[in-house]
């Protein structure tokens, strides 16, 4: 497979060799106007030839096309390889060599996992609603392996400078887990700055799990590089993408 298009995202992250990794930007695609250039998702009111062009440019860096999934915001997980059209769900894993599990995002983190063996992989689409949810918690627990043995990756979703939240966001947090408001910086009247990175890295500690990378990339900040729903309104969707290599490592 060739490389990447130097504008997307190569985790930089201890995992092992087995595993790939891949999170595209809004850069190197064919779709126009609010949704320039390559915007991934087919619902958001994008022409579906210039998006089937993106996925087709996209599954050139790729083993396989991507099991791609119908997200709620919510916490339900699938097992990727059963997936041969788009389910409801918002973490999808695989056990499978060469089978690609994928989110979409724009606003939304993505939290990527693999196991130090390289024997399973995960993607979950986190905003706040998923991981209050506990979708981060339904894909540890559906990998089968100890917590202790994963790690995870953080990629870009929007920042906690930009991402002002109500008290019903507040509320869900530090019910589950006082520590959680940490996370929030007052505002404005009845208004927070929500960090959801802290609150991911919380949870997954929470879990066991002690090899957290990334975080930090704003989506919102930067419109050059990122979607940003909340930003922009209509927008385009990029991919956080996770397979285990096939064949020797």
């Not at 096309?65 to 997200?71: I, K, N, T």
């Not at 627990?141 to 953080?154: E, I, N, R």
């Not at 929007?158 to 910086?185: L, M, N, S, T, Y």
Request: charged share 20%.
């Amino acid at each position: 497979m060739p490389d990447a298009p130097g504008d997307w995202i190569v985790p930089d992250w201890p995992a092992p060799p087995g595993v790939k990794a891949l999170i595209t930007t809004r850069q190197g695609g064919t779709s126009r106007g609010a949704h320039r250039s390559m915007n991934l998702g087919l619902q958001v009111n994008d022409d579906p030839e210039a998006v089937i062009r993106n996925r087709d440019l996209l599954r050139g860096f790729l083993p396989a096309e991507p099991r791609w999934l119908a997200q709620v915001h919510g916490a339900r997980v699938v097992e990727a390889d059963t997936v041969t059209s788009p389910v409801q769900a918002d973490a999808t894993f695989t056990h499978s060599a060469g089978i690609v599990c994928g989110v979409m995002i724009a606003d939304c983190l993505p939290v990527l996992l693999c196991d130090r063996d390289a024997s399973v992989v995960a993607a979950a689409h986190a905003g706040w609603r998923g991981l209050s949810a506990g979708v981060i918690e339904s894909a540890v627990a559906a990998t089968g392996v100890a917590p202790g043995l994963l790690l995870a990756y953080l990629g870009p979703a929007i920042g906690p400078r930009a991402f002002e939240v109500g008290p019903d966001v507040f509320d869900a947090f530090v019910a589950h887990d006082r520590a959680a408001a940490q996370a929030f910086k007052p505002h404005s009247p009845g208004k927070w700055l929500c960090d959801l990175f802290t609150l991911a890295r919380q949870r997954l500690n929470a879990l066991g799990i002690g090899s957290v990378s990334g975080g930090g990339l704003c989506t919102y900040s930067d419109p050059v590089r990122f979607f940003s729903h909340r930003r922009d309104k209509t927008s385009g969707r990029m991919a956080a993408l996770i397979w285990r290599q096939a064949g020797p490592q």
